[in-house]
């Protein structure tokens, strides 16, 4: 045994299937897995082969969630001891690096975005400020670091001369189970399924173009199956827009479960806007989801997304997500039945192509080293 390895993020630990990874790579490199985040209200139960923590925080969000949780992780990770720390995105950055220079602890820093370019950040210049100087105090200074694509290890580069290691968000081959009938997940077997999926469906991430573009679009029926920060301004547009038999929201639920809706639809939906670096340099896990369940994606024409949808022509792209675009060509698609068995093709080509093996093997390059 190397030792506890503990890994921290601000998340319930229920779906982030990234973090899960790092944690099972660690256990098969011998380290003892502490995987630590906070409870939420309807947290799902785990089932993990290594031990969780979940901390019962006051403070939900804002700035005294963000403060009150490093307060508190830092405690847990100097009373815990641990040889190696692993910190997910830069909210959890600064007691991780505290504690790893106070304690002489290994530190690696896992970036799952362009945190400071984030929309929520864009719009609060204070806010966005006083993350920017937490990262350029303590960037320069790390010696593991690991992002999601090229593109936001470029960004990184460009601005601190680190070039992170990159390991994609490609799912490891795992056992859906067998696939459930549309009438056994209560949905309809004679209509067009659009989905959209993810914990983190938030602002200027197209889900409100999605629902404004299912008035035209009788036919369909879309699917979104995760939550976020635009969750209440969904649920309103399709009360007030009487769009109830047209657009249904399935909360979190576990990742085998989700990908029953998502065997089961028809069109996969990527839509984040060029509005900030952080969507724009985007790779989300749920574009890997969608060709795993063996559907072509929508997406808009964002260089990482766009890139792997044009490589593998696995599905289509908009120039914008703007709710007509988004009608219109859904129904193109709808209406071509050989295009779209086509797309289904490569799609299921993409899924065998885009190897999680591989990311798998550079994430232990990066962590084998430590112990």
Request: positive net charge; contains cysteine.
């Amino acid at each position: 045994m190397k030792g506890r390895a503990i890994v921290a993020v601000t998340n319930d630990l229920s779906t982030d299937n990234r973090v899960h990874r790092t944690c099972s790579v660690l256990v098969e490199l011998g380290y003892e897995v502490l995987l630590v985040g906070r409870a939420l209200p309807g947290s799902l139960p785990l089932d993990r082969p290594y031990a969780t923590h979940r901390m019962r925080l006051l403070f939900r969000n804002g700035a005294l969630f963000y403060a009150e949780y490093n307060v508190r992780l830092f405690f847990l990770l100097v009373m815990k001891g641990s040889k190696l720390i692993v910190a997910n995105d830069l909210d959890t950055l600064l007691a991780a690096f505290l504690v790893a220079r106070l304690r002489g602890r290994k530190l690696v820093y896992d970036s799952h975005e362009y945190f400071t370019e984030v929309p929520e950040l864009a719009e609060r210049p204070g806010v966005r400020r006083i993350w920017l100087a937490i990262e350029r105090w303590i960037f320069p200074k790390l010696k593991q670091v690991i992002t999601v694509n090229d593109s936001i290890a470029r960004a990184y580069q460009q601005r601190y001369g680190i070039l992170p290691a990159v390991v994609q968000n490609i799912p490891m081959p795992r056992d859906l189970g067998e696939l459930l009938s549309r009438s056994e997940l209560g949905l309809p077997a004679d209509r067009f399924i659009l989905i959209l999926q993810g914990s983190g469906i938030n602002v200027q991430r197209g889900a409100e173009e999605a629902v404004e573009a299912m008035r035209d679009l009788p036919d369909a029926l879309l699917l979104l199956v995760g939550g976020g920060d635009a969750w209440p301004v969904l649920e309103r547009m399709v009360k007030e827009g009487g769009l109830e038999d047209r657009v249904r929201l399935l909360p979190r639920m576990p990742y085998e479960q989700m990908m029953q809706y998502t065997r089961n639809a028809d069109l996969g939906l990527s839509l984040d806007k060029d509005t900030n670096l952080n969507y724009r340099y985007s790779l989300p896990n749920k574009l890997f989801d969608y060709f795993r369940a063996g559907i072509p994606a929508l997406v808009t024409d964002l260089p990482e997304v766009a890139g792997i949808v044009r490589k593998f022509d696995a599905g289509l792209i908009l120039e914008r997500p703007d709710p007509a675009q988004i009608a219109r060509t859904v129904r193109s698609v709808m209406a071509d039945p050989a295009r779209r068995e086509a797309l289904r093709r490569n799609a299921i080509f993409a899924a065998r192509s885009l190897d999680g093996v591989l990311e798998v093997a550079t994430l232990k390059a990066v962590l084998e080293p430590l112990g």
